[in-house]
């Protein structure tokens, strides 16, 4: 009797092992293996250099040296950071347009509660606030960073030369609102809570700057999956990051954490440093491409995707 109840346990081990490996195989059929992009099947794999966001589902990044990603748009090279939940393509210049500030001093006034509002009100080099609190999603009383809240009457000045003078260079009809996380940022934090921060104010309109999670996304290294860690490994991240400009600091348009003057930028070696909003570093506009357009070409710096037309 004993023998036959080990018989039937391990039977029922079997089985339940059986089970479970089915179950498995079944998931990873069901993973996509290409999404649409322009209207065109892209393969997610590292050939493509297209990968499933796993801090997002539904949303995918392009990583690595320099996968399939680019796009001439009316002339311009722009390059595609990643497709969102709802198939909207979110685009950046292939290069530095502008050297300027992103906030000059004096801009938002720091002496009142006229221009700047109380958040800016200690700082001297610029504000680093993105935008008003009225602009943010919500019609916010205020901006919160870390420890620091306080009203911001005034969006930045990268945000109104962005959305003013440079959207009129750029002007098409192609062009979207798209919802951008820009709250601030701790440096010694995980990808996830350093996302979870950025996404404490929200802003929506047409043209602005990556977020630092966006370049640390966009590293295929595995060992670069934070702030922290590509500024401890800069060099070898950075060689597997497209969005790396050699010689060049460039904007990001995230806050330091518990600050109102320090933005976080890409320097030149690769490394995420901070510097006071009223520096001039390069610029770098992102745009959102609806998810109904449709694409010719292969995305390869000789043949990038070019609109065909607009559904």
């Known amino acids: 009797m004993r023998s036959n109840k080990k018989i039937i346990i391990v039977i029922i081990v079997i089985v339940i092992l059986i089970i479970s490996i089915i179950a498995i195989l079944s998931l990873k059929k069901e993973e996509k293996t290409k999404i649409k992009v322009g209207g065109q099947d892209v393969s997610i794999n590292e050939s493509s250099g297209l990968y499933a966001d796993k801090y ?15 796009v001439d748009l009316n002339g311009d090279i722009w390059r595609i950071i990643s497709i969102d939940e709802n198939g909207n393509i979110q685009l950046i210049t292939d290069d530095i347009v502008v050297e300027r500030p992103f906030d000059s001093t004096g801009y ?19 504000c680093n606030a993105w935008a008003s609190n009225k602009n943010l999603e919500g019609n916010k009383e205020s901006v919160v960073n870390g420890n620091l809240e306080g009203t911001v009457n005034k969006d930045s000045e990268i945000l109104t030369y962005l959305n003013e003078n440079y959207y009129n260079y750029i002007s098409s009809n192609n062009i979207i609102n798209h919802l951008r996380s820009v709250g601030g940022v701790k440096y010694e934090s995980d990808l996830k809570s350093q996302t979870n921060d950025e996404n404490n104010n929200i802003w929506n309109g047409k043209v602005s700057l990556i977020s630092v999670s966006d370049y640390v ?19 070898k991240c950075s060689n597997k990051n497209w969005l790396y400009l050699e010689d060049y600091n460039w ?40 998810k109904n357009v449709t694409f010719e070409g292969k995305g390869t710096l000789d043949n990038p995707f070019t609109i065909s037309k607009t559904n």
Request: proline share 4%; charged share 25%.
């Open 217 to 235: 996304k966009a590293s295929s290294e595995k060992s670069c999956d934070s702030l922290t860690l590509i500024n401890e490994n800069y060099e």
């Open 108 to 126: 938002r006034d720091n002496k009142s509660e006229t221009s700047s509002g109380t958040y800016c009100a200690d700082a001297n080099e610029g």
């Open 251 to 290: 904007w990001t348009l995230t806050p330091v954490d518990s600050a109102s003057v320090e933005v976080w930028y890409i320097g030149a070696a690769g490394y995420i440093d901070n510097a006071t909003a009223d520096q001039t570093l390069g610029v770098r506009p992102t745009i959102y491409l609806p």
């Open 56 to 70: 997002k589902e539904g949303t995918y990044i392009y990583k690595g040296k320099n996968p399939s990603n680019y």
